[in-house]
């Protein structure tokens, strides 16, 4: 652009090479080559003042014109999580282009399986990070000093607050939040697809952090074959193939009788045919301990109900003929983009 006044001229050559020598472009806008050129018009005679005036503003709206060019060509993003408006510049926060990311596999099957629970009646709760000592044992009937807490060795902040080995942490509040449907004849069912964490040696089928999925459902007169009726339909409408299952005798203190529920090895998962009968152990269950029932206000003398909890990522494992556990949380994006 060509400006009559030279001193315009000449400013404007100078801001050039200071555009281009910025890191943040905007700041341009005030810099120092504006304010003597606004000395300048101020000490012209009134005469010439209007058109000088008329230049520096004309320059004033090439060098914005320069900024928003940037704006739009450069996609390139620095994100300072921890300042992510700085106050003093006229940078507007970009977003990232959406097209660019996708979901996480285990996000996409925790959707797959909250459908799944949506078409059998129940509803879907998220758990905590943090939890507590409540929550994570006495409510489930582990009282202090309970050998079984052993077996849910996680990690705690020094004020005694517990990242949750289990999404069983949310069996009272879900039974509490619920307790209301009951009186209107209707179930307790909800399920609570969420993140736990374990002290555990890592290897192929073990993690620090890992995904359960947890169920729960109170009504009068629920009873071990509703149970066994529901894991099975859950997981062969997962495996989208009917599954034999089997339950074995287990202990939990939160149910009474407890059990581990085991599927067949679905056909499209056998390598050999001597794998044809293998069970897979997926989950515990059982039926809900009075006391558990008695924790969240409801009378064991009315109601009955049954709860289970199992691993996410073994069911995408086995679904996807995945190795190794440890995949998931690796950030890898070869296996992160097979999803
Ligand atoms: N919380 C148990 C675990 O992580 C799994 C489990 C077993 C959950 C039995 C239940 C249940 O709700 O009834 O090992």
């Excluded at 890592?202 to 009504?219: P, S």
């Excluded at 691993?311 to 992160?336: A, P, T, V």
């Amino acid at each position: 652009m060509q400006y009559m006044f030279s001193e315009v001229q000449e400013a404007r050559a100078q801001l050039q090479k200071e555009f281009e020598s910025l890191a943040e472009k905007q700041t341009i806008l005030k810099s120092i080559i504006f304010r003597q050129l606004y000395k300048t018009l101020g000490s012209l005679p009134v005469t010439e003042k209007p058109a000088f005036g008329a230049e520096v503003n004309r320059l004033k709206q090439e060098a914005q014109e320069w900024c928003r060019q940037i704006d739009d060509t450069d996609h390139r993003v620095v994100i300072d999580v921890t300042a992510p408006f700085a106050a003093n510049t006229q940078l507007r926060p970009r977003l990232l282009d959406m097209t660019l990311g996708s979901q996480h596999p285990i996000t996409q099957e925790i959707r797959v399986l909250a459908d799944i629970f949506y078409r059998m009646g129940f509803t879907v709760l998220e758990s905590r990070q943090i939890d507590d000592d409540y929550h994570m044992f006495e409510s489930l009937n582990f009282p202090e000093g309970h050998p079984a807490r052993d077996d849910y060795d996680t990690f705690m902040t020094t004020d005694g607050l517990i990242a949750p080995a289990h999404t069983s942490t949310m069996q009272n509040r879900a039974l509490r939040l619920y307790a209301k449907n009951l009186e209107r004849g209707e179930p307790i069912a909800v399920v609570v697809p969420d993140r736990v964490y374990r002290n555990e040696d890592l290897d192929t089928t073990h993690e620090h952090t890992f995904y359960q999925i947890e169920g729960v459902y109170v009504n009068k007169g629920v009873t071990v074959g509703n149970l066994i009726a529901t894991l099975q339909t859950y997981l062969s409408e997962y495996f989208k193939q009917e599954l034999k299952a089997k339950i074995q005798p287990f202990y939990f203190p939160f149910t009474e009788p407890s059990f581990e529920f085991a599927v067949e090895r679905p056909a499209s998962l056998r390598k050999e045919s001597s794998e044809a009968d293998q069970w897979l152990e997926l989950l515990g269950c059982g039926m809900i301990h009075p006391n558990v029932l008695r924790f969240a206000g409801i009378d064991p003398e009315i109601y009955s109900g049954f709860a289970w909890g199992g691993g996410i990522e073994r069911l995408i494992m086995m679904k996807h003929g995945i190795e190794d556990m440890r995949y998931f949380e690796s950030g890898k994006l070869e296996f992160l983009r097979q999803f």
